[in-house]
C-alpha cells in the first residue's frame, strides 16, 4: 500500500539524479512510498538518467513550465496521503522520511520542514563560497536563528491540505515553494532529526544559472523601488570587497553579475522559469 509519494521536480540534472534516487532507495519507509519524477522539459541526458536507474520510479514529463507546475503534475498522480517534496541535487540518511513524517503521521502537523540541511558538495570550494555568500556557516545550508520551529516552506504536507490550497503558484518561479504556506496561512514545522544533504553550485557555469534564477524571485523583482534597489545590491562593482579572498571574488563578480542581469531583464518580463 502506498502511504507517501516522494515529487522530485527535475531540469538538466544528469548530473545527481541517479545519487538522489540511490539514497531514496535505502530510505527505512521505502516499501510504503513511490517516487514520482516530473522532467521539466530537461534538454541533457536527465531522462536517460533516470530510465537507466534500477529503482521503480513513474516518469511523467511536460514542457519546461518550472519547478511549481512539475510539482503539481507529480502531485496529481501521487497515490499517497503524505507528499515529500525533494530535489534532485539532495541525498539523505535512511530514516530521513521517516523522521520528516513522523509529525504529520502522530497528528501534532500537516506538514513539516527539516532544519538538519547539511552541504552535500562541502570539498568544493565554489559550493562553500554560495554558502559564505548568504552568511551561512561551511557546512550547514540553514544555520543561525533561521526557521527555528517553523518555515515558509513545506518539505512534507498531507496531501488534502496540498489539494486544498490548490497546489504551488506556478507563476512566481523561485520562490513558488513558499506558496503554499500562503496560500493556507500556516507555515510548516521542524521535524526533528530529519538529516539531509543539499549540494551547492559548485561551478562557475552552475553558479550563473542559479544566480539568474535566485535573480528572477518575486523578492528582488516585485515593484519598481525593489528593482532599483536590488540593481544597486547586486551590483559587480561591490566584489572588490571580496578581493582578499580570490574564489569569493571572482565567485562574487559572476554571482552578482547573474542577479543583476535578471533585475535588469526583469523589466522586459523574462520568463521566471530557471
Known sequence: MIKYSVIIAVYNEEK??????????????????????????????????IQDTRYKIQTL???????????NLGASQAKGDILVFVDADMEFEKDFIEKLIAPIVSGKAIGTFSREEYLLNKENAWARCWNLSLGRET???????????ESPVYRAILKSKFDEAGG???IVGYTDDWSISKKLGIKSQAAQGAKFYHRNPDTLKEIWIQARWFGKNEFLTKNLVRKLYNLFRYCPVWAVFKIYNPHLFIFKVVYNTAVFTSVILSFTGESKSK
Open 16 to 49: 545527481v539524479v541517479a545519487d538522489c534516487l540511490a539514497s531514496l532507495a535505502q530510505q527505512t519507509v521505502a516499501k510504503d512510498m513511490e517516487i514520482i519524477v516530473i522532467d521539466d522539459g530537461s534538454t541533457d541526458n536527465t531522462l536517460n538518467k
Open 61 to 71: 514529463k511536460q514542457n519546461h513550465k518550472g519547478p511549481g507546475a512539475a510539482r
Open 139 to 149: 557546512e550547514r545550508m540553514i544555520g543561525g536563528e533561521q526557521y527555528k520551529e
Open 168 to 170: 504551488f503558484d506556478t
